[in-house]
């Protein structure tokens, strides 16, 4: 799959990437080559890219395209996360409430 959106986008091999897009493929790979990914991989893997999304938003030359892209792939891998650790923070603050509530 990997390979077709590169060949979609005019790269013939990983390679020819610059280095932190070459470290993002790898990943994917990594995260796509498993028989199944889990949700903690994804748990691991999304912080990463948006930490990743954030700085490339901090560089000043950025076209208004590329600043449109990053901040709009920045919202939606923060919507992930929270989705996908919204249950946790949920329980713990629930078990909170009711140690506070009951002395526990």
Not at 32 to 45: C, G, V, W
């Amino acid at each position: 799959m990997l390979k077709q959106i590169l060949e979609r986008l005019g790269v013939k091999d990983y390679s020819e990437l610059k280095e932190q897009e070459r470290q993002v493929y790898l990943q994917w790979a990594e995260i796509l080559n498993k028989p199944d990914f889990t949700i903690d991989d994804l748990k691991k893997f999304l912080p990463i890219e948006l930490a990743r999304a954030n700085e490339e938003l901090r560089h000043w030359e950025n076209s208004d395209k590329k600043e449109l892209y990053y901040k709009a792939y920045a919202r939606i891998l923060q919507m992930l996360t929270d989705f996908l650790t919204a249950p946790e923070k949920e329980r713990k603050a629930l078990e909170g409430q009711l140690k506070q509530k009951y002395n526990l």
